[in-house]
């Protein structure tokens, strides 16, 4: 099935919620999403972190599974508008989309985080979902 063109910005639905999530899971949900701070210290680390826990829990933990592939598909939308950033710096307005764009991801992690923990499914506005 296609998507239309105008439908591509437009996160899909959360999963319905159920009772039935343990607090492991909910955990590792969390830690899904707080690992892409790393990328605040290691270059790449805001992929890698959740690449590596969804890679991990994906079998074990649905949840996980979901909520690891949604922190990852926004990180890697953060990489590709830091990396535009970086480009325009050459023409000055990339100095003040940098740190927006810095502040607009650290905020995102923590909202997805308080969520996760809560056992609600998060979605990433601005997310392009590679991943699916």
Known sequence: MSVPPSDVNVPPPSPPATGSLSAEEKQWAMFAHLSALVGYIIPFGSIIGPLLIWQIKKNEMPF?????????????????????????????????????????????????????????????????????
């Open 64 to 132: 996980v599974d979901d909520q690891g592939k949604e922190a990852l598909n926004f990180q890697i939308t953060v990489a590709i508008a830091a990396i535009v950033c970086l480009i325009l710096i050459v023409v000055f307005i990339g100095i003040l989309l940098f740190p927006i764009v810095a502040l607009a991801d650290l905020i995102f992690i923590v909202m997805a985080s308080i969520a996760a923990n809560n056992g609600q499914a998060y979605r990433y506005p601005f997310s392009i979902r590679l991943i699916k």
